[in-house]
């Protein structure tokens, strides 16, 4: 205690500055060093009590270190090392291209100081405070701490105490937290980390009284806390403490670790990425609270930390409909359709709600990139991951080089028949309207129902079906086992002629020849390449994948508003970064893409090793003979039509680019290779497709008003709230468990045994409550 001739500095090393504030400076810190001065301490004598306070060695002279000032009257000692930030999402999710994400008011613990007497506020209570405290509790015991000094803070994540442990801090009378929430995190995190329990005796608006679980069995720990309603702040008006129990069982879980507490510890994780996994997130839970919650727990907290940064689930829904209208001012041109069904209450409408149904849309920036795309689109869908289940639909196109790019969206309620035929209806009136186009997509009943539907516009010649060979082997797998029958049914699928195809095939056969009956009740021109007649320029699956990690990673976390305008930044992103690319590359007076040039460049170097024969005065008809280097003796001869664009090999005709046999025929001729390549691998056609960027959103408060009924999320798309989240993920052969891995205890994690049957629960320990 600072005596008459004496006085407190608090010395803020770690923290941060607020302005603003009612006092004009606020200094926030996890942890001030409280320093007892004297009238007559000298500089040097203050910066050494700071390096001892901190553990350094108390040299002045040569150090990195060096002062900052913390307020008009009391130095603060800052150390060179500062605190690493945690990562922040790349993406803006708000819809504000180009502006700081903004999220949700939280705050994590911090012990705050208040300015000693004299230097701002008093650190005494208001003599006028309107507090009531009541009398003691029934069965309190234990004399009550005084406190001369009472101090303003919170033992959390970041307290330490002297001996440098994190979260064993112990309470002090007149301890202040912004908060309930607060208070009651830093008391949960303090019996975590204790390694006992506690049980609420009172909670209210207004009081909190906890105790230890065997309070009356030789145990006195005690806190209450009360609300200050004149500050708006919860104080610790009475503490006993520490515990002197010891720990009763062994367990691998803590009561007071719940969702709550797991869901702050998190936040900074999920800021920095919202698709974390949840195994991950359990075991960074685990090591750092030493407790392994439930998978249950942690992705409630999950939840909840996904609600706090990108708003809440509900609520989510009825930001729709604005969105949408502030979009479409936006951006003239947006297709945004919005289906609700109506609500029932006791068997009567209520007109004033609606439940969400489905959301198709698409922005004019991706309906003009489609023009200049090749002529085939990927359908596929994706589950989302959040409070309320549902189904994310992505069409994804392709430019010249090989870059993907999402053009159309749909939020759904699962995948069948009516879900895809109210997707693809749109997708086909609004951005493929193209004739000949090539749906590439998996064996789903739906997507089949929808496209063959007569008034749909899919049906041949307005557009054909190809079918994901990835999809097609995963199925196979499904009925044979082993990794070789699968790769060749996969190399048949790509070969790009009948002889080919044919070779493959018969090794299948001789495999099993029940696989080639497999094979071959699925129509060849849906999952050959030789058959397809060019449509697919090579392409063999739908992407999604691929789509999904490199351009809408993380979206399928979030809630559905977020969701939506995630993809309009992230498309905002694309587009500037790839348009960019095209531009770089026009300057460099390029004609063709990277991709298309890598490709040319490794078919003329094989392309020296060939005897060409011409047929026709015309320089269109010829043959190609293939020989070894040496030109002993013929690999092959293949036919090559330039008049037609054909070649035996089939590459000319599959990928729209010459193959190294109609490089030779052209080196030849003397003629130039440039006419025989697709429009679409010009640099011109790839640079119009990033031509039309995505505009920035107008502000909020410029949107129009949304008058129409309140959008509610559907009840029956909650996830169950017991249990583990049942899993969306379509399994194959190889989520196929080890059946000799024996299984092992939830508690002790011990083979041999349950959870049930563990020999552990409520065996006695020596451990002690205090470490």
């Not at 012990?111 to 230097?119: D, M, S």
């Not at 367990?251 to 990425?273: E, G, K, N, Q």
């Not at 590359?585 to 991709?595: E, H, I, N, P």
Request: glycine letters at 8%; hydrophobic letters at 35%.
């Amino acid at each position: 205690m600072a005596s008459e001739d004496s006085f407190l500095v608090l010395v803020h090393h770690r923290g941060s500055i607020k302005r603003k504030t009612r006092s004009g400076v606020k200094f926030t810190d996890k942890d001030p060093l409280c320093i007892i001065v004297r009238p007559t301490t000298g500089y040097d004598a203050l910066v050494s009590s700071v390096l001892e306070k901190l553990g350094l060695e108390a040299t002045v002279a040569g150090s990195s270190s060096r002062l900052a000032v913390a307020s008009s009257s009391v130095p603060v000692y800052e150390p060179a090392i500062q605190p690493v930030a945690s990562p922040s999402f790349a993406v803006d999710l708000s819809g504000n291209v180009g502006d700081e994400v903004r999220y949700g008011e939280h705050h994590l613990t911090e012990l705050r100081c208040p300015t000693p007497a004299g230097v701002g506020e008093g650190l005494f209570d208001d003599p006028d405070d309107d507090d009531v405290e009541p009398d003691m509790i029934a069965d309190d015991s234990g004399d009550d701490l005084g406190a001369s000094h009472p101090r303003r803070a919170t033992a959390g994540f970041g307290a330490r105490d002297t001996e440098g442990s994190a979260g064993m801090t112990e309470f002090q009378v007149g301890q202040q937290f912004q908060d309930k929430d607060e208070a009651l995190l830093s008391v949960k995190t303090y019996s975590i980390r204790r390694g006992v329990q506690y049980k609420v005796v009172e909670s209210n608006y207004r009081r909190y009284v906890g105790k230890c679980s065997e309070f009356g069995n030789g145990c006195t720990w005690l806190i209450r806390l009360s609300l200050r309603q004149r500050k708006g702040i919860w104080e610790v008006k009475r503490y006993n403490g520490p515990h002197t129990c010891l720990a009763t069982s062994i367990s691998s879980d803590h009561r007071s670790l719940d969702y709550h507490v797991i869901a702050t510890f998190i936040m900074p994780i999920i800021r920095a990425d919202a698709s974390v996994n949840i195994k991950v997130l359990l075991n960074a839970t685990a090591a750092h609270f030493g407790f392994r919650p439930t998978y249950r727990r942690v992705w409630m907290a999950k939840q909840k930390a996904v609600a706090i940064i990108y708003g809440d689930w509900d609520e989510s829904y009825n930001e729709l409909p604005r969105w949408v209208l502030g979009v479409q001012l936006t951006m003239p041109g947006t297709v945004a359709v919005l289906r609700t069904c109506p609500v029932r209450v006791g068997g009567q409408l209520d007109e004033s709600q609606a439940n969400f149904h489905r959301l198709f849309w698409t922005f004019p920036p991706c309906i003009e990139a489609f023009h200049h795309c090749k002529p085939l689109v990927s359908i596929d869908g994706t589950h989302l991951y959040g409070k309320y289940e549902g189904t994310l639909l992505v069409t994804i196109a392709q430019d010249g080089n090989s870059n993907i790019l999402p053009v159309a969206f749909a939020l759904v309620e699962s995948e069948n028949a009516e879900s895809w035929s109210f997707f693809l209806s749109h997708l086909r009136q609004h951005v493929t309207p193209q004739p000949g186009l090539l749906v590439i997509s998996d064996r789903h009943n739906g997507i089949k129902a929808a496209l063959e539907a007569p008034d749909g516009g899919w049906l041949p010649p307005a557009a054909y079906r190809a079918f994901c060979i990835g999809h097609v082997a995963a199925n196979f797998a499904l009925t044979f086992k082993g990794k070789d029958a699968r790769r060749l049914l996969v190399n048949a699928a790509y070969a790009k002629t009948e002889v080919e195809f044919d070779y493959w095939f018969d090794i299948l056969r001789s495999e099993n020849l029940a696989m080639c009956d497999w094979a071959n009740r699925i129509e060849y021109s849906l999952w050959t390449q030789y058959c397809d007649e060019g449509r697919r320029f090579g392409h063999m699956t739908t992407n999604i994948s691929e789509c999904v990690n490199s351009i809408l990673k993380g979206v399928r976390n979030l809630p559905v508003c977020s969701l939506v305008k995630a993809t309009y930044a992230r498309l905002a992103e694309l587009f500037v970064r790839k348009g960019r690319e095209a531009e770089a590359q026009l300057g460099t007076r390029q004609q063709f893409s990277q991709y298309l040039v890598k490709c040319i460049e490794a078919n003329l170097k094989t392309a020296r090793c060939f005897t060409v024969t011409v047929y026709d005065r015309d320089n269109s008809e010829y043959t190609v003979a293939e020989t070894t280097p040496t030109g002993s003796f013929s690999l092959g001869s293949y036919r090559v039509s330039l008049a037609s664009q054909t070649c035996d090999c089939g590459y000319f005709q599959a990928l729209h680019f010459p193959c190294p046999h109609a490089l030779a025929c052209c080196a030849y001729s003397r003629l130039t290779w440039q006419p025989y390549v697709h429009q679409v691998y010009c640099l011109s056609s790839i640079f119009d497709v990033y031509q039309i960027g995505i505009t920035p959103p107008i502000p909020e408060d410029f949107w129009p008003p949304y008058d129409g009924p309140t959008v509610i999320p559907n009840p029956n798309m909650r996830r169950a709230r017991e249990g583990r989240p049942r899993s969306t993920r379509i399994r194959t052969n190889m989520d196929d468990a080890d059946p000799n891995r024996p299984k092992r205890c939830g508690l002790c994690r011990q083979p041999g045994h349950t959870r049930r049957s563990c020999p552990q629960a409520g065996r006695p320990t020596h451990t002690g409550g205090n470490k």
